[in-house]
């Protein structure tokens, strides 16, 4: 019975970890949409970007406090370590004269003056403590807040189209990288069919080599080819492995997901004339609009530093200051408190930074000069994204040739092979002939896919500049 449970619970493990070794891990499929979509809700560039923006949006929402006045409050209460006898020592030896003189000569005036001493200390502990309270409200006005509120929400503007060329760079990355990931495997999976093809003619070689038809050195060649091509599959499947692993990465997902691309490398060939796009799209370059927006922001903070230079500020204050006469008597009585605060109302000017060497100036041309320079980038951005279409429409109108030339290549090499390949069974030719029309064939396929993705890298490369989506009848 023992040796029956034994027995059972073996099998009970051999069947386990069967099925935990035929078990294939979880893979993510993704379209090449799905995998853009994902990078944009989990890409920790995007996410970064996201947070710079909210800090815009908050110094732009808020930017109108700094009319808000400022509401300060405080409360004091202090005791004092010494009596200060200054006023008793100077004022007693003369009040005390003044009553002997006024005593001998019978003068009245006497009776005006103090009937005790000023005293020389406290007289209790409660006479050392004093409370103060104090309540205060002040606000500053100055025309430079007027560009200062505008330069904010320029800044949160700005921000916008920062995060959205962010996020478009980041849209384009993912797709290129999709497709270019694509080519590989396609690349991949030519050479795989040519490693099967080597490995066919190694078996058929050895076959034939028992029946006596072909020489032993022919049966080594092929069986030598196949050898050699396996390693160089090995390599490559291990290089699309990895970088497929990097892809999962970029798009946000764990380390060590892994991910099945659902796609192919089919470009949409359009007709594009250079000119009516930068006409009808030039403005919406992303570098255009972002230099444009700085220009203006520049130009607001012009604006400010001016009105801060040649306008007053004007500053207005309330202060309460309620302060106890006696804090030992009671502090419900009216009578013991009294008001120290004040109503103040200021206009405050520096002069000195309407001279044309302070600081105040410099720093207004310095952000002159910021102009300048940005307008000469403006200038640049627009001349360099004008050729940069031009430059791209003529290179999909050249790849397009190559694509469709390229079809006709295929055609061509795979009839060759087709005929040698049936030639090379008949024994009529070489098994050197044979692979040589093998790598045209290959050739022609790769560099069709080559031309293909770079196609479609040109499309997604116009399209981010032209900052639209091109597609049929545009």
Wanted: a negative charge; charged letters at 20%; aromatic letters at 8%.
């Amino acid at each position: 019975m023992k040796r029956y449970n034994i027995a059972v619970a073996a099998v009970l493990l051999l069947f386990a970890a069967a099925s935990g070794y035929t078990q294939e891990p979880n893979v993510m499929k993704l379209t090449v949409e799905e995998a853009v979509k994902y990078a944009d809700d989990n890409s920790r560039t995007l996410k970064s970007a996201q947070i710079d923006l909210e800090m815009k949006k908050r110094a732009a929402q808020y930017s109108w406090n700094v009319l808000v006045p400022t509401v300060s409050a405080s409360g004091t209460m202090s005791r004092a370590n010494q009596y200060s006898t200054m006023y008793a020592e100077m004022l007693n030896p003369l009040f005390d004269e003044i009553k002997g003189v006024a005593t001998r000569t019978g003068d009245s005036f006497a009776s005006y003056l103090p009937s005790s001493p000023i005293p020389t200390d406290y007289s209790s502990e409660g006479d050392r403590w004093s409370a103060v309270g104090s309540l205060g409200v002040s606000l500053n006005l100055s025309l430079a807040y007027i560009d200062s509120i505008r330069a904010s929400r320029a800044a949160y503007e700005a921000g916008k189209l920062t995060w959205d060329q962010t996020k478009k760079q980041n849209e384009l990355n993912i797709r290129k990288l999709f497709y270019g990931l694509l080519l590989q495997q396609e690349n991949l999976k030519v050479q795989e069919t040519s490693l099967e093809n080597a490995r066919q003619r190694a078996a058929q070689s050895e076959i034939n080599f028992k029946n006596g038809i072909v020489p032993e050195i022919s049966m080594l060649q092929a069986q030598v080819s196949y050898e050699n091509q396996r390693p160089n599959i090995d390599k490559m499947k291990q290089t699309v492995s990895q970088q497929l692993d990097t892809f999962a990465f970029l798009l946000g997902m764990p380390v060590g997901t892994k991910i099945q691309l659902q796609g192919k490398i089919d470009p949409n060939f359009i007709q594009l004339n250079a000119d009516e796009l930068y006409e009808r799209y030039g403005n919406g370059n992303p570098d255009v609009m972002t230099l444009q927006k700085n220009i203006d922001m520049l130009k607001m903070q012009l604006g400010a530093l001016n009105f801060k230079s040649y306008t007053p500020a004007l500053s207005l204050g309330w202060t309460t200051q309620p302060v106890i006469s006696d804090i030992t008597y009671d502090w419900s009585n009216s009578d013991n408190w009294y008001d120290n605060g004040s109503l103040h109302l200021t206009v405050a000017w520096t002069l000195s930074d309407m001279l044309w060497f302070s600081a105040n100036r410099q720093q207004a041309r310095d952000i002159q000069d910021n102009i300048r320079k940005l307008e000469i980038s403006l200038e640049t951005a627009e001349q360099n994204n004008e050729m940069q279409i031009r430059k791209t429409v003529d290179s999909l109108e050249q790849s397009h040739q190559a694509i469709l030339s390229s079809s006709r290549n295929i055609a061509l090499a795979q009839r060759s092979y087709d005929m040698t390949s049936v030639a090379y069974r008949n024994g009529t030719t070489e098994l050197l002939d044979l692979r040589d029309t093998e790598n045209q064939l290959n050739l022609a396929k790769i560099g069709l896919l080559n031309e293909q993705y770079n196609y479609m890298s040109y499309m997604l490369d116009l399209e981010y500049m032209l900052n639209t989506t091109l597609g049929e009848g545009k």
